[in-house]
């Protein structure tokens, strides 16, 4: 009879021990430790260029270009198509660097990075001959397409509007993904932005 009484103040001391006690702290919110990537800004930078279409002519004339005499010939054609530019920043000029709640990115203008035929427009219809124009060949619609693409690629690279478009993508879609980690890690990056076409003075810094 004495050892269950001794066994049963024993539980009831330990249950009260238990009652007593401090609450347990719950665990601290988890958040990972990750930051803005550079390889993955540069992924980013990559992804921002887009295509844009350009109505092209190729054009050729060559006075003279065979006969003799009276019976001379000129060689005339164009061909029409659409050509695709390529627009985006070179990744190479860029710069990314992450310190602390600091995100430092240089960001280059953007520039033409490819000029290319959309071969969907290139049908028999695109191709023009004079009706009194000498032999057409191969080497003489390359050089017009050569030329044709020079003027289009020329004509892109100097539209500041297009370019400045660009390089606008490329920093909304970074300003994105900085914003967007900041948000899983709970940390609130500051963003300095340089452009290096443009004078010190225009740097600015965003939240």
């Not at 401090?22 to 988890?30: C, G, I, M, N, S």
């Not at 659409?82 to 920043?89: A, L």
Request: hydrophobic share 40%; proline share 4%; aromatic share 8%.
């Amino acid at each position: 009879m004495k050892k269950i009484i001794a066994i049963a103040a024993a539980l009831t001391a330990l249950l009260c021990t238990g009652c007593s006690s401090e609450p347990t702290e719950p665990a601290a919110e988890f958040k990972p430790n990750i930051a803005p990537q550079q390889a993955q800004m540069k992924n980013i930078c990559e992804l921002a260029a887009f295509d844009c279409y350009y109505h092209n002519v190729a054009k050729y004339y060559e006075k003279d270009a065979e006969g003799a005499l009276f019976w001379k010939k000129d060689r005339r054609f164009w061909i029409e198509y659409s050509g695709i530019v390529t627009i985006g920043i070179d990744v190479s000029k860029a710069d990314f660097t992450v310190s602390g709640d600091s995100v430092k990115i240089t960001l280059p203008p953007a520039e033409v990075q490819s000029c290319r035929v959309d071969p969907e427009t290139l049908t028999t219809d695109a191709f023009i001959i004079d009706t009194e124009s000498a032999a057409v060949e191969a080497a003489h619609q390359t050089a017009a397409f050569n030329e044709a693409q020079a003027n289009m690629e020329k004509a892109a690279s100097e539209d500041t509007v297009l370019l400045e478009n660009a390089r606008s993508r490329a920093k909304q879609l970074l300003e994105g993904y900085v914003n967007n980690v900041g948000e899983i890690v709970g940390v609130d990056y500051k963003i300095q932005w340089v452009f290096p076409d443009k004078p010190q003075n225009t740097v600015s810094t965003e939240g």
